[in-house]
């Protein structure tokens, strides 16, 4: 094992003592290695636990255990097999009761997390998305090479790294008791909190795929609470990022997160009701559309992207149903059909 996994191999042995932190003395790098390895390694034992309860039908799950490990770390979860070690040293009795003790450490990690300073804070997160990218490159070659069940993927496409939305300051619970009026013809997801953002797999999948150029300007169009341009403001500083959302107290608290990280030269968040009939949206290199708008808007929203794509190449990228819209605008444009991961919940089109 390595140093790391010893560490996170007594953090889930003993349970959270303030004063005994086994990871106090990292630096923040470290702790953010840390960090990556106990979220894969807690959906994983998630994923593990589905497939041992079918095993476990058939067969004496004890016995089994170690061959059980070989077996799904050599096949769907081939990406993360240097934690196979690691859950080796447990027993299968261990085994059976690790989600709960994972989950709650990891509750405790981030708690320690919120109280170190932003600059380390700052430097954690950056890390723990570097890392995070590298995980998913390392899963997407083993897939694209066919060594790796395709089920695998969508274990991973899971909401591995939703607890970084605590240190980010993400706090859902402002979409509690939110109310819309009426005569508003919008998809505001009311209430929907976490639920409302893309995953950071689908994130960090998009910009691997779409590979933003340099200095470009990146539009998420109905931003939500920000996901987007945070993460995007810690991997590439480079680009001018501006996201537009109707909700105001979303748009509050990305703005309150982009100060705190000191992202705001190239974060943006405004604001805005882009079925507005007097407000033009900016040219872009991309816009980011995860399921919106209602039907008017959509066509407001997208005559202007159009309008943009005749005189610039642009890139729209999609999550969920808004793909066919975008589809539909390829086929009218004569455009490329996008490109389209995870069965389509992520598509990516690009203007000719
Ligand atoms: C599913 S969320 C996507 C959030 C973010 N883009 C992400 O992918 O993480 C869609 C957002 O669009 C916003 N929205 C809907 N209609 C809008 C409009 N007319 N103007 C601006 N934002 C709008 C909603 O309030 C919601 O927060």
Redesign the pocket.
């Known amino acids: 094992m390595t140093p790391n996994q010893e560490l996170l191999f007594s953090f889930l042995k003993i349970p959270p003592n303030g004063e005994e932190l086994p990871f106090r003395t990292l630096t923040a790098e470290e702790k953010a290695a840390f960090y990556v390895d106990l979220t894969f390694l807690e959906s994983a034992i998630r994923f593990m636990q589905d497939e041992q309860w079918l095993l476990a039908k058939q067969t004496d799950f004890s016995e089994q255990y170690q061959n059980f490990l070989h077996g799904i770390f050599s096949s769907n979860l081939l990406s993360l097999q240097y934690l196979q070690e690691l859950l080796a040293a447990f027993t299968a009795k261990q085994f059976k009761s690790l989600v709960k003790r994972a989950e709650e450490q990891e509750r405790y990690f981030i708690a320690h997390i919120r109280q170190m300073p932003v600059d380390e804070q700052r430097r954690f997160m950056r890390k723990a998305l570097q890392l995070m990218v590298q995980v998913f490159q390392h899963e997407h070659v083993l897939v694209q090479g066919g060594n790796i069940r395709a089920r695998s993927l969508a274990f991973s496409l899971y909401r591995t790294f939703d607890g970084l939305d605590q240190i980010f300051g993400l706090d859902y619970s402002a979409d509690i008791g939110m109310k819309t009026d009426l005569k508003i013809n919008?998809?505001?997801?009311e209430g929907?909190g976490l639920g409302?953002?893309?995953s950071y797999s689908?994130?960090l999948t998009a910009l691997r795929e779409i590979k933003p150029s340099e200095g470009c300007r990146f539009i998420?169009?109905?931003?939500?609470?920000g996901?987007?341009g945070l993460v995007i403001g810690f991997l590439r500083p480079d680009i001018d990022f501006i996201?537009?959302?109707?909700?105001k107290h979303?748009v509050d608290i990305s703005n309150v997160s982009t100060a705190k990280f000191g992202l705001e030269k190239n974060v943006h968040f405004y604001t805005?009701?882009?079925?507005e009939k007097d407000f033009k949206i900016p040219e872009a290199e991309v816009y980011?559309?995860?399921?919106?708008?209602?039907k008017e808007?959509y066509l407001h929203v997208l005559n202007q992207l159009v309008e943009v794509s005749r005189h610039r190449r642009i890139v729209v990228v999609t999550?969920?149903n808004a793909r066919l819209w975008l589809q539909e605008v390829a086929d009218q444009e004569g455009w490329p059909p996008g490109r389209e991961f995870d069965q389509g919940n992520l598509a990516i089109f690009v203007s000719q």
Request: proline letters at 3%.
């Open positions: 919008e998809r505001l997801y929907a409302v953002q893309s689908t994130l998420d169009l109905g931003s939500g609470y996901r987007v996201g537009y959302e109707y909700v979303r805005q009701d882009l079925a980011y559309l995860y399921d919106p708008f209602s808007t999550k969920g």
